[in-house]
C-alpha cells in the first residue's frame, strides 16, 4: 500500500473557525455521507479525532480523478466541539496539526474568531485551507450533492452566480485586511508561496467536500512530505484527561509520531510535580458500527502513528491537558526526561507574578491558560493575574482567590475559562464573597469582568 511505499504517516488536521460556521456539520458530512452509503470504508471514530483512510477518500472524490495514490494512509481530522479547541492543544517544536481547515460562513464573511484563528495560525505558523461554507444558503442554490463545486456551480442561475461571485470577493477582501492572500483553490497558482486556497463548501448537500478532502491530502502529501515521514520518535500531546467509570482516571492523547506499547513508561507533566507511570492498557473505541458496545474498547499491544487513542495508567489524576507526553527509553535519564515534561508548565507559570495583586485564573488546558494569559495582558485588556490553575474550580482555588479580599477586594475573584464550577466551590464562593465568571469564549471574561469593576465603583 501507499503507506509501506512512502513511509508517511496521516497528516493531522483541525478544523477552526468562528461559532456556527457549521465546524462541527463538516466534520458530520465527511463522515456521515460515508456511511448513509455504506461506504464507510474503514472511518474511524477515534478518541478526540476521526480516521479517513486514503482509500475513503479516493472513493469519494472519484469525479475529480483523483491520483489513485494519494501517499498518506489517510487524514486524522481532530474533532473540536468548541471553537476554542485549537487554544487548548499547546503545539510544541513541530506541532501537532500539520494542517487546518479555516471554516468561514460565506453569508457572515470573516468573524471574530475567525480572526483570532487565523493570528493562532499565523503565530504557530500553521498552514491552512479556508473552507467558505453554506453556499447553499446562496438564494436559489440548486443542490447538486456531493458534486465538486465546479460542477455544481455550473447548474446555478446566473444570479446564485453572481451573489456567489460578490460574496467570494467581499471575503477575499476582509482576509486582505488582515494582510492574508486568498484565492479560489482552482484558480490558485501561488498556493504555498503566500496564496491561501478557498474552497467553497456545503455542510448540508456537501458540495465542495470532494474537493476539500482532496485538496487537504494532495496538498499535505505534496509539500509536507518529510514532516509527514514516519519515525521512531514518539511524539505525542495529551488532550483530555478523564475519568472512565471502571479504568479510572485515563488520558486522551493523539500520537502524531512514533509507536507506543502497553507496558511503555511515560511521563506526563502534572499539576504537582511530573508524573511518571507505565501505560497499563492502550485503548481505542470499537469501528463505528460496533459503537453500540457501550464504555468498551478495544485493546492494542502497540499503535503506530498517527492516532488518537485512550491511556489508561496509574496516577493521571493531576495530568495536564494540551501537553506532551513522553517515554523513557531504554537509553533515557528519567531526570531529563521529568526537566523535559515540566517545562511546558513552568514557562507558563513564570508569567504570573505570584505575590502580586490579581485576579485568579483557571482553565481546561495549559494551553488555554496561556492563550487567557496572554489576551489578560494585552494593553486594552490588562488585568493582573495573581494566581492559576488548570481544570475545575474547587474549593481549593476559592480559598486561594479569597486572600485578595483584604488586599483587594476587586481582585477577589476567579475568570474560569472552559471549565466547571463544582457546587461546593460555588457555595464557599458566594459565604465568603469571591466572585466566579465562568465562560467558553476568552472574550466574555473580560466583558464581566468588566462590568464587575464598573458595579464596584458606583
Ligand atoms: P460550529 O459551531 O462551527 O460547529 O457550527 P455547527 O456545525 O454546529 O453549525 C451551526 C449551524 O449551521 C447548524 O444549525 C447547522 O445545521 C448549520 N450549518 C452548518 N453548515 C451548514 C451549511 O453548509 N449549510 C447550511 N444551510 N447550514 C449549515
Ligand atoms: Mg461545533
Known amino acids: 500500500s501507499g503507506q509501506c511505499e512512502y513511509n508517511l504517516r496521516s497528516p493531522i488536521c483541525c478544523i477552526m473557525g468562528h461559532v456556527d460556521t457549521g465546524k462541527t456539520k463538516l466534520l458530520d458530512c465527511i463522515r456521515g455521507t460515508n456511511v448513509q452509503e455504506g461506504e464507510a470504508g474503514g472511518i474511524t471514530q477515534q478518541i478526540g479525532a476521526t480516521y479517513f483512510p486514503a482509500e475513503n477518500i479516493c472513493e ?17 481530522v481532530i474533532d473540536t466541539p468548541g471553537h476554542e479547541s485549537f487554544t487548548n492543544l499547546r ?41 467558505l461554507n453554506k453556499v447553499d444558503r446562496l438564494y436559489g442554490w440548486k443542490v447538486c450533492h456531493n458534486a465538486s463545486i465546479v460542477k455544481a456551480m455550473k447548474q446555478q442561475s446566473k444570479d446564485v452566480q453572481f451573489e456567489f461571485r460578490t460574496r467570494l470577493t467581499q471575503v477575499i477582501t476582509e482576509f486582505k485586511e488582515q494582510g492574508i492572500n486568498t484565492e479560489l483553490y482552482y484558480k490558485n497558482k501561488d498556493m504555498g508561496k503566500g496564496t491561501f ?3 467553497p463548501t456545503s455542510a448540508i448537500s456537501a458540495e465542495g467536500i470532494p474537493d476539500l478532502l482532496l485538496l487537504l491530502v494532495q496538498w499535505t502529501a505534496k509539500t509536507m512530505s518529510e514532516r509527514l515521514t514516519y519515525n521512531n520518535i514518539v511524539q505525542c500531546t495529551v488532550l483530555e484527561v478523564k475519568v472512565v467509570e471502571g479504568l479510572g482516571t485515563t488520558i486522551d ?10 507496558g511503555d513508561q511515560i511521563v506526563v507533566c502534572g499539576m504537582q510535580g511530573p508524573i511518571v507511570t507505565s501505560i497499563r492498557a492502550l485503548l481505542t473505541p470499537f469501528p463505528m458500527k460496533e459503537l453500540r458496545v457501550k464504555g468498551s474498547y478495544e485493546h492494542h499491544k502497540e499503535i503506530k502513528a498517527s492516532q488518537g487513542i485512550k491511556i489508561n495508567a496509574q496516577g493521571l489524576e493531576h495530568a495536564i491537558a494540551g501537553t506532551s507526553l513522553y517515554i523513557v527509553g531504554p537509553d533515557d535519564d528519567v531526570e531529563d526526561i521529568k526537566e523535559a515534561a515540566m517545562k511546558d508548565m513552568r514557562s507558563v507559570m513564570s508569567r504570573v507574578d505570584k505575590c502580586g495583586e490579581g485576579v485568579y485564573v483557571q482553565a481546561s488546558t495549559l494551553g488555554s491558560l496561556e492563550a487567557l494569559l496572554e489576551f489578560l495582558k494585552t494593553p486594552e485588556v490588562s488585568i493582573p493575574v495573581s494566581g492559576i490553575g488548570i481544570g475545575n474550580v474547587h474549593k481549593k482555588d476559592v480559598m486561594k482567590a479569597s486572600v485578595m479580599l483584604e488586599k483587594k477586594k ?13 457546587q461546593e466551590a460555588q457555595e464557599l464562593a458566594d459565604e465568603v464573597g469571591v466572585k466566579i465568571y465562568t465562560a467558553d469564549i476568552i472574550y466574555h471574561l473580560f466583558d464581566q469582568f468588566k462590568a464587575h469593576i464598573d458595579n464596584l465603583k458606583e
Open 60 to 76: 469519494r472524490t472519484k469525479e475529480l480523478k483523483a491520483d489513485a495514490n494519494l501517499k498518506v494512509p489517510g487524514l486524522l
Open 91 to 131: 503545539s510544541r517544536g513541530s506541532g501537532l496539526c500539520d494542517i487546518a481547515i479555516l471554516v468561514v460562513d460565506i453569508m457572515h464573511g470573516l468573524e471574530r474568531h475567525t480572526i483570532e484563528s487565523l493570528n493562532l495560525l499565523k503565530m504557530r505558523n500553521t498552514n491552512f485551507i479556508i473552507a
Open 197 to 199: 486556497s478557498i474552497v
Open 253 to 262: 492523547v493523539i500520537l502524531v509520531n512514533g509507536v507506543l506499547h502497553e
Open 410 to 422: 476587586e481582585y477577589a475573584t476567579i475568570l474560569a475559562f472552559d471549565v466547571r464550577v463544582t
